[in-house]
């Protein structure tokens, strides 16, 4: 016997404990709405409103929870197209480049076709690059719905009379938002 292998069974042992020791202390997966937290930070990311009052939101109103439901595949899958779309053509360009430019420097009789393979690679990678920004710049009709939905219904929601909402809330005093305070300095002469 080695005398690493006392040393590689605790290390082992270790490893193997210690996943079972952080998955208890790790927060739960799903906000109060139902959705995951990353499928939730998605959706606060594209209202660029107060996460707290998303999640009431969504969790009190069906419609807006479907319709954030739909939202959250339809834009991953956009994303991912516009990715892959902008990655495959970026690597067209940088082969062109690297496979042409020497080609049509060596001043040999294959110029012709290193101005082929030049202007082909970069021009090809370059129409797949623009689409794939273009992609992932436009929103999806999901993502339309549910902008819409929110801005039209988000005044109603923070109504005072608004059943669950978080004005309702705090006139019962259940619990008062967190503010920043900030203090002067005041001198007297």
Do not use: C
Not at 73 to 88: E, I, K
Not at 123 to 132: C, Q
């Amino acid at each position: 016997m080695s005398r690493w292998t006392p040393l590689a069974t605790a290390l082992a042992l270790l490893l193997g404990i210690q996943p079972a020791v952080l998955a208890r202390g790790a927060p739960p997966a799903h906000g109060r709405s139902g959705l995951e937290r990353r499928d939730l930070a998605l959706v606060v990311k594209t209202l660029e409103d107060d996460p707290n009052l998303i999640d009431e939101m969504l969790t009190s109103d069906a419609q807006f929870k479907a319709l954030a439901t739909r939202f959250v595949p339809a834009s991953r899958s956009r994303l991912a197209a516009g990715r892959a779309l902008v990655g495959v053509g970026v690597v067209f360009m940088v082969l062109g480049a690297l496979v042409g430019a020497p080609l049509y420097l060596a001043r040999s009789d294959l110029r012709a076709a290193a101005i082929g393979t030049l202007a082909g690679a970069i021009g090809g990678g370059f129409a797949l690059f623009v689409p794939g920004v273009a992609v992932m710049a436009t929103p999806s009709a999901a993502e339309r719905e549910m902008r819409g939905y929110w801005q039209d219904h988000r005044a109603g929601f923070l109504r005072p009379e608004a059943i669950g909402g978080p004005r309702l809330r705090l006139a019962f005093d259940r619990s008062l938002p967190s503010t920043a305070v900030v203090q002067f300095l005041s001198l007297s002469f």
